[in-house]
Structures are given as C-alpha cells and as structure tokens.
Nanobody, 120 residues
C-alpha cells in the first residue's frame, strides 16, 4: 500500500519561507520507471490547483503564480520530496497536497494535506 504524508505546514508572515515535505511509504523515482510527484493546493472556496511537479528524470514545472518563489527537490534515500516556498503571500494560503502518479506502483495516490496560512 502506497501512502504519502505531508508535513511542514503552519502559519507564516508574508514574505517568509516555509518548507513542506512529502514522504512516501515506498521507494519513488525508481529508474527507469516514470514517477511524477506533484504539489497541489486548495484555498477555501476555490478549486484545487497544480503548484509544482517533479518527475523521475528531474524535470520540474511550476505554476506561473509561484515561479521564482517556490522550488522543488527530492531526497531519494529518504523517499521525500520537498517544496521550498519563499516570499510567501497571503494568496498562498491553502491546504497543500502531495500527489503521486506512478504506473509502476499502480496509479494515483494523494496525501492528506497540510495547511499553510500566510498572515501577519
């Protein structure tokens, strides 16, 4: 059973940083399989939106709203993907979810989410 767990959320002031972690219960990014980890977020009353992705080959993509402020990295040994968020804005407030797409592991998996609140 594949499980994902997010951590690192909390309350931060505008302009501050926060690092989210997504830990998997199994090995991910196992070459040559193609696994993709995505970070989504959902603000109250809004649809869930894609924030960032990282694939097995190392390719990353970011939503325009977070480019140059967010980075994504991974520690394969720890089976963890990180979302480093800098220069946070109130509009970044949302529940952040980790998502894994892996044909090798049998499909799509979601974490339970972690709350990020940006406020003074």
């Amino acid at each position: 059973q594949v499980q994902l767990g997010e951590s690192g959320g909390g309350l931060v002031q505008p302009g501050g940083p926060l690092r989210l972690s997504c830990s998997a219960s199994v090995t991910i990014f196992k070459f040559p399989a193609i696994d993709v980890i995505c970070w989504f977020r959902q603000a109250p009353g809004k649809q869930r939106e894609l924030v960032a992705t990282v694939a097995s080959c190392g390719t990353t993509n970011f939503a325009d709203s977070v480019k140059a402020r967010f980075t994504i990295s991974r520690d394969n040994a720890k089976k963890t993907v990180y979302l480093q968020m800098n220069s946070l804005k109130p509009e970044d407030t949302a529940v952040y979810y980790c998502y894994l797409n892996s044909a090798r592991l049998g499909g799509d998996y979601w974490g339970q989410g972690t709350q990020v609140a940006v406020s003074s």
